[in-house]
């Protein structure tokens, strides 16, 4: 996310790991953590951000490992399918918890 030169880190984000990131997504967590914490501090008003991993095993371990990240003013929940994510992302904010759908 960091190298997209056209992301602009004020807006809602969908981010979608596919299904042959079982094993990787776990090594990588550590430093998702660190880029999440990182952009999540740049913000000044409330954003969604929605995590699309169909993989149900990685799904879980990223729920696990991401349970401590430190969002501020970012709501961040975990989706199976990308038309879930986009749903939650088109409603408004409602409370600032971490979550799973």
């Given at each position: ?27 990588e ?12 501090q740049?913000q ?18 990223a729920?696990?490992?991401?349970r ?8 961040m ?5 990308e038309?879930d ?17």
């Open positions: 996310m960091d190298t997209d030169p056209n992301l602009d880190p004020t807006f809602n984000h969908l981010t979608v790991f596919d299904n042959k990131a079982d094993g990787p997504l776990v090594g967590l550590p430093q998702m953590k660190t880029l999440l914490e990182s952009m999540a740049r000044t008003t409330a954003k969604k951000w929605a995590i699309v991993v169909p993989s149900m095993w990685a799904r879980t371990m729920e696990i490992l991401l401590f990240v430190s969002l501020g003013l970012v709501q929940c975990f989706f199976s399918t038309a994510a986009l749903n939650w992302l088109n409603t408004d904010l409602l409370d600032q918890s971490v979550t799973a759908k």
